[in-house]
T-cell receptor, first 116, second 116 residues
Framework: DTGVSQDPRHKITKRGQNVTFRCDPI?????LYWYRQTLGQGPEFLTY????????KSRLLSDRFSAERPKGSFSTLEIQRTEQGDSAMYLC??????????????FGPGTRLTVL | GNSVTQMEGPVTLSEEAFLTINCTYT??????LFWYVQYPGEGLQLLLK?????DKGSNKGFEATYRKETTSFHLEKGSVQVSDSAVYFC???????????????FGKGTLLTVNP
């Protein structure tokens, strides 16, 4: 079990560009979560998947954001027409409903986005 | 909705000092409670959890007891080390639109610096 991985670890982009992040959860974890963390704050929930179904999206997730988990394994988070306010750490976490620790999430290292 | 209020930092201690980071919560029901730790430039690592009232979670010398009477989950360590320098987050699950109760709500985090 290699843990949750995220790619890239860092992304610098210019305002108006599109960016895409990838998250690979722990193998066979059926829940996958995305959070956003701005400087000096705790992570805030963005969206989550159970298998391939996206079950909830936070109001923080504007129309410029889209997330997918097409085969119920890895997930992508795309931000279109990036704005400076999108600069943050984007964290992915996974969990399994099939174990007694269903409420425990395991986080990846995050993708730090800087929008210039 | 569910929320946590966490002691604001930063906290600066000398090596071998006693650590307390306060966390109080508001919740519907009795969800599990978590402490996560974030080392510089990294994602979140689960430090410990407690699943019901009077449970004590412990790991790496850190402890926290789920207190229903005071709605608290304070983090303690008897003797901190320089390597404990990090940001600590208190968290609890919140209701999801899919009907379950697992997305996490975090406190703002407490920065701990331990000097040799």
């Amino acid at each position: 079990d290699t843990g949750v991985s995220q790619d890239p670890r860092h992304k610098i982009t210019k305002r108006g560009q599109n960016v895409t992040f990838r998250c690979d959860p722990i193998s066979e974890h059926n829940r996958l979560y995305w959070y956003r963390q701005t400087l000096g704050q705790g992570p805030e929930f963005l969206t989550y998947f159970q298998n391939e179904a996206q079950l909830e999206k936070s109001r923080l997730l504007s129309d410029r954001f889209s997330a997918e988990r097409p085969k119920g394994s890895f997930s992508t988070l795309e931000i279109q027409r990036t704005e400076q306010g999108d600069s943050a750490m984007y964290l992915c976490a996974s969990s399994s409903l099939r174990t007694m620790h269903r409420d425990t999430q395991y986080f990846g290292p995050g993708t730090r986005l800087t929008v210039l | 909705g569910n929320s946590v209020t966490q002691m604001e930092g930063p906290v600066t201690l000398s090596e071998e000092a006693f650590l307390t980071i306060n966390c109080t919560y508001t919740a519907t029901g009795y969800p599990s409670l978590f402490w996560y730790v974030q080392y510089p430039g990294e994602g979140l690592q689960l430090l410990l959890k407690a699943t019901k009232a009077d449970d004590k979670g412990s790991n790496k010398g850190f402890e926290a007891t789920y207190r229903k009477e005071t709605t608290s989950f304070h983090l303690e360590k008897g003797s901190v080390q320089v390597s404990d320098s990090a940001v600590y987050f208190c968290a609890l699950p919140s209701p999801e639109s899919g009907g379950s109760n697992y997305k996490l709500t975090f406190g703002k985090g407490t920065l701990l610096t331990v000097n040799p």
